[in-house]
């Protein structure tokens, strides 16, 4: 089994900072591209940041230049670090990651999801 496990959300203030946290365990051969999604109340869940194996990053417009991706790989772990966060940042963000198992099969897992609230 693999389990993907977020921490850091809660209430920020606007313009506040958050780094979020995502620990990947379990029988993992290897992790291809991981990123983080969010999703509002009322709203689709939208792509925030992604991280591929090669390094290379794409962010939501919406988040340029606020906040970073960044891995481990050691620790099979996937970060976000939020800056200057918006009220418009409330959601529930979620990790998400390719993972090839001991077995060599690949599958696309989630996480159960952080709440992020900004308000003052």
């Known amino acids: 089994q693999v389990q993907l496990v977020e921490s850091g959300g809660g209430l920020v203030q606007p313009g506040g900072s958050l780094r979020l946290s995502c620990a990947a365990s379990g029988s993992i051969f290897s992790i291809n591209a991981m990123a983080w999604y969010r999703q509002a109340p009322g709203k689709q869940r939208e792509l925030v940041a992604a991280?591929?194996?090669?390094?290379?990053?794409n962010y939501a417009d919406s988040v340029k230049g606020r906040f970073t991706i960044s891995r481990d790989n050691a620790k099979n772990t996937v970060y976000l670090q939020m800056n200057n966060l918006k009220p418009e940042d409330t959601a529930v963000y979620y990790c998400n990651a390719d993972i090839t198992r001991y077995s060599r099969v690949l599958a696309n897992y989630w996480g159960q999801g952080t709440q992020v609230t900004v308000s003052s």
């Open positions: 991280l591929t194996t090669g390094s290379s990053t």
